[in-house]
């Protein structure tokens, strides 16, 4: 195991040429399904598999300033993935605007990237059936600013990261005028030099701040967080394979209680959907295909 961080025949002319049109068309539409099937046989061959991740802050993700170790929730999650298949880890540090093009392009094999699940993004992806937690947003603001609602956010700027499924709620729901960013470091800079009135993003990273002294002036005023959503490993569309491969090592993980422990470890504080998770196959027998 290694780790390393950085993807019948007919007389008639006609029939017959139409007959090897359909043909090679059912070629190319079964020789692009076998590719897209082929991840879970490449991770094997090269005997590592590459994960795009978040490496916002913690606790999803960081970068050791000395070694350059990639670490946090996120990368504790991809190090299971490798252990479970029993192949090396690469993990590509991946921002919320490029790691939907990094999947698709092969870069990386998988997302364990902050993706929660949305309508939107299973008609450009697909992803492993059974989540992994249940996140929502947070608002991150400046104490005496006024906002006690999400409604209050109505006409006023808010900071987010740029491919955020919180900007739909937030502009349709809520009114707000959306400033999108390629990070979410550059979002909550903005934040700072009073750009925008409140940052939106995972609500672990928003309560996480709040323990850090430079931060003291801010708070997380809203009582509630923003469309607590399924946080889902994503992978290309039509990779049934590496899908069901992965769900039943998280069936897995649920069952074992492994993710509220990574979670606690992290500072993730797991949610109620995770706990409820763990219940409901804590007394599944072990999936032998997840033990591969």
């Not at 008639?12 to 879970?40: E, I, M, N, S």
């Not at 949305?118 to 947070?138: N, S």
């Not at 649920?254 to 979670?263: A, T």
């Not at 995770?274 to 591969?292: G, M, T």
């Amino acid at each position: 195991m290694f780790f390393r961080h950085a993807h019948p025949s007919s007389g008639r002319p006609a029939l017959k040429a139409l007959a090897a049109l359909f043909g090679a068309t059912l070629l190319a539409v079964a020789g692009g399904t076998a590719h897209a099937d082929a991840t879970l046989d490449k991770i094997r061959e090269r005997n590592r598999i590459s994960v795009g991740v978040i490496l916002s802050g913690p606790p999803f993700g960081t970068i050791d300033p000395v070694t350059r170790e990639h670490l946090g929730y996120n990368v504790e999650l991809a190090k299971g993935i490798a252990q479970a298949l029993g192949v090396g880890l690469e993990t590509v540090s991946v921002l919320a605007p490029n790691r939907i093009q990094f999947l698709q392009q092969g870069k990386v094999d998988i997302l364990i990237a902050n993706m929660q699940l949305t309508e939107e993004r299973t008609q450009i992806l697909d992803y492993v059936p059974t989540p992994y937690e249940e996140v929502g947003g947070a608002a991150l603001i400046r104490k005496g600013s006024g906002i006690a609602r999400w409604e209050d956010l109505k006409g006023k700027p808010v900071c987010v990261s740029q491919g955020s499924n919180f900007i739909k709620p937030l502009v349709e729901t809520y009114g707000a005028e959306i400033k999108a960013f390629r990070s979410q470091s550059e979002s909550l800079l903005s934040l700072r030099g009073n750009g925008c009135i409140a940052s939106v993003h995972v609500s672990p990273t928003m309560h996480t701040l709040l323990e850090e002294p430079e931060w003291a002036d801010y708070e997380i005023p809203l009582p509630n967080d923003l469309i607590p959503s399924p946080s889902v490993i994503w992978v290309r569309k039509g990779e049934h394979d590496i899908q069901a491969r992965l769900d039943a090592v998280i069936r897995d993980w649920h069952r074992s209680g492994w993710l509220i422990e990574v979670g606690e470890r992290n500072g993730m504080h797991p949610s109620q959907a995770l706990r409820d998770l763990h219940e409901k196959y804590r007394n599944a027998a072990p999936l032998a295909d997840s033990r591969q």
